[in-house]
């Protein structure tokens, strides 16, 4: 099986079905993804600077903690100059890729969102912008490209449809999801998709429809991690993801997408203390310490009792540097492109 899934990049529906359901051949996959992670990465493991900007959020995902219905939770944005200052930090630290992720906050119009973004480009050009700050129009992902962003980080969070309503208010829609991730990609981005493993409702058959999805798409980058409830959303006694099923999809895809770029999520470290160095050994290749001020960080709980709040970004930085050392591999602070990007 882990074979035919290595040479071919693919297997039956019903052979991923067995795959994604059985412990059988866990040994084998992560030998096998550690292997073909090495071929094309090495001991590589690049570091993404996080900034969480906003948690003001006009949508209102039902799994997630900064939902706009969430009265509980106490909003803020950072200020340009704020964002600045993480990266100005960040690039003091090696960083050379800035993540900007945040709700859907109806202050950071587009025409801010560009000048935000372009003021990063000049000041830092030799880092990559990464935004993570969801649906948009075309034209606005266009405009977010020619003011300098490299990257867009969209989870479409489940290719089936059915699925997708469960987990999010009527108005939103899997097929507008699919559609910017479609945009983005036809834009230039380099783009990341990916899903919550464990989500309310999620069957085995869901996950085979986001790989079919995933194979469509060619993602440079997929994000995955468990779900995790958050007290003040309606999934608060919903049971969080386990972390066997989410190193098994990990070492999945890196068998069918062997240069992906794979991050070890902060979700997956709040799940289990050596979650992200687990994911590493289990063909991840990425990790997002965070860069927001230390005084908002609580603020952005996607999730509860998410890990890495109390800690000042060098802090961060060292404690990554002694967990990816720990676990056989090395961080690079190079930029860390997709090496598809580079072929073209
Ligand atoms: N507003 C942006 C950023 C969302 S937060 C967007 O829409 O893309 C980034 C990711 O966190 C989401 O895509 C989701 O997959 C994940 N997330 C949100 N709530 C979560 C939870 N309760 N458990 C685990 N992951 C969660």
Same mark, same amino acid.
């Given at each position: 099986? !882990? ?23 866990? *040994?084998?996959?992560?030998? =096998? ?21 906003? +948690?003001?959020? @006009?949508? *209102? ?10 009265? =509980? ?22 960083? @050379?890729?800035?993540?900007? #992720? ?16 372009? #003021? !990063? ?32 980080? /969209? ?6 449809? =059915? ?24 834009? &230039? ?12 409702? #999620?069957?085995? =058959? ?9 194979? *469509?798409?060619? $993602? ?26 989410? /190193? ?5 895809? @890196? ?17 289990? $203390? ?8 289990? &063909? ?20 509860? +009792?998410?890990?890495?709040? &109390? ?34």
């Amino acid at each position: 099986m !882990i074979e035919a899934l290595r040479k071919n990049r693919d297997l039956t529906d019903e052979q991923f079905l067995e795959l994604l359901t059985s412990d059988r051949w866990d *040994d084998a996959l992560k030998a =096998a993804a550690d292997e073909v992670r090495r071929s094309i990465y090495g001991d590589a493991v690049y570091l993404r600077g996080l900034i969480e900007f906003t +948690n003001y959020c @006009r949508n *209102d995902c039902l799994y997630c903690g900064i939902r706009r219905s969430n009265r =509980a939770l106490e909003r803020y944005r950072l200020t340009p100059e704020e964002i600045l200052a993480c990266c100005r930090e960040g690039h003091a630290l090696g960083f @050379r890729t800035f993540v900007l #992720q945040g709700g859907e906050d109806p202050y950071w119009t587009d025409d801010r969102v560009c000048q935000i973004v372009s #003021q !990063i480009r000049e000041g830092y050009p030799d880092c990559a912008i990464t935004l993570s700050i969801g649906e948009k129009s075309r034209e606005a992902y266009q405009r977010f490209y020619d003011a300098g962003a490299d990257r867009y980080l /969209l989870r479409h969070e489940t290719a089936d449809p =059915a699925h997708y309503a469960m987990l999010h208010p009527a108005e939103m829609s899997c097929e507008n999801r699919k559609r910017c991730l479609y945009d983005l990609r036809e834009i &230039g981005f380099q783009i990341g998709a990916g899903i919550m493993v464990g989500a309310p409702f #999620q069957t085995p =058959a869901h996950i085979l429809a986001d790989i079919r999805f995933l194979q *469509d798409l060619q $993602p440079h980058m997929i994000g995955i991690g468990p779900f995790l409830p958050h007290k003040d959303t309606p999934f608060r006694d919903r049971k969080p993801g386990e972390l066997q099923p989410v /190193l098994r999809l990990l070492g999945i895809l @890196r068998l069918l997408f062997p240069d992906v770029l794979l991050p070890a999520t902060t979700a997956l470290g709040t799940l289990h $203390p050596l979650g992200r160095e687990l994911g590493l050994q289990w &063909g991840a290749n990425v990790i997002m310490p965070n860069l927001s001020p230390v005084g908002v960080r609580e603020k952005y709980m996607l999730y509860d +009792n998410k890990i890495c709040t &109390g800690e000042e970004s060098a802090q961060c930085r060292g404690c990554m540097e002694r967990r990816v050392t720990g676990s056989g591999y090395r961080v690079v602070m190079s930029r860390g492109d997709s090496p598809r990007m580079t072929q073209a």
